[in-house]
Structure formats: C-alpha cells, structure tokens
C-alpha cells in the first residue's frame, strides 16, 4: 500500500508559477512509476505528465509541454511538478498517482493504469 500527499497549490495569476510536492510513505518510492493528473470542474480527469520509476524517461501532455517539468526526489520519497507559465486554463484539483508495474513499453497516460491516488491540491489561475 502507497499513501500520497500532495501540496504546493493556491491562487496565482496568469503567467506566473507554483510548484506541487507529492510526498509518499508507505512502499519504497522509487519502485513506482510516477504520474500527475488533473480535474478541471465538469471535465473528465486528464493525464499532466509521468516520470518513471528510474527517473529516467518522461512525459507530458500537449498541453503542458515547455511550461510544466515533473522531477522526483527518491531520497526524500518526493515527486514534484514545476508549473510556469500557468494559464486560467490550467485550473483544476492536481492529483498524484502511482502506478506499480515497471516495466511498461509505454509511460502510461491513463487514469486506469495507477493504482494509488493522493487527496488532489487544487490550483487556480486566475487572468
């Protein structure tokens, strides 16, 4: 079992910055694949960005290319997301996820995938 605590969001105004802390306990952190998702009212949850369990290889949405960076911190059981450049658009409940098969082909993007969940830090942008 995995316990996922995410922090970091607030108020912030367009074009400007927040970043999101993920902090786990529970199983050894780096065992996991590492995701961040987001749910803007009345839309479906969509995939941010993913960091794999070495830390090696990423990715992201569209829509948040050059603007978000997702980074982990296996000493300190940590994943964070780096937020620049935010946008009205970009408000939504922020969550993190874990997905516990490693050694996927592919760095999954769906909500399905994950097995564990956080609580969600909710970010608003305003214009």
């Known amino acids: 079992q995995v316990q996922l605590v995410e922090s970091g969001g607030g108020l912030v105004q367009a074009g400007g910055s927040l970043r999101l802390s993920c902090v786990t306990s529970?199983?050894?952190?780096?065992?996991?694949?590492m995701g961040w998702f987001r749910q803007a009212p009345g839309k479906e949850r969509e995939f941010v960005t993913i960091?794999?369990?070495?830390?090696?290889?990423?990715a992201y949405a569209d829509s948040v290319k050059g603007r978000f960076t997702i980074s982990k911190d296996n000493a300190k059981n940590t994943l964070y997301l780096q937020m620049n450049s935010l946008k009205p658009d970009d408000t939504a409940v922020y969550y993190c996820a874990a997905d516990r098969i490693r050694m996927r082909p592919t760095l999954p993007t769906t909500s399905g995938n994950y097995d564990y969940w956080g609580q969600g830090t909710q970010v608003t942008v305003s214009s």
């Open positions: 529970g199983r050894t952190f780096s065992d996991y694949n």
């Open positions: 960091i794999n369990w070495t830390g090696g290889r990423t």
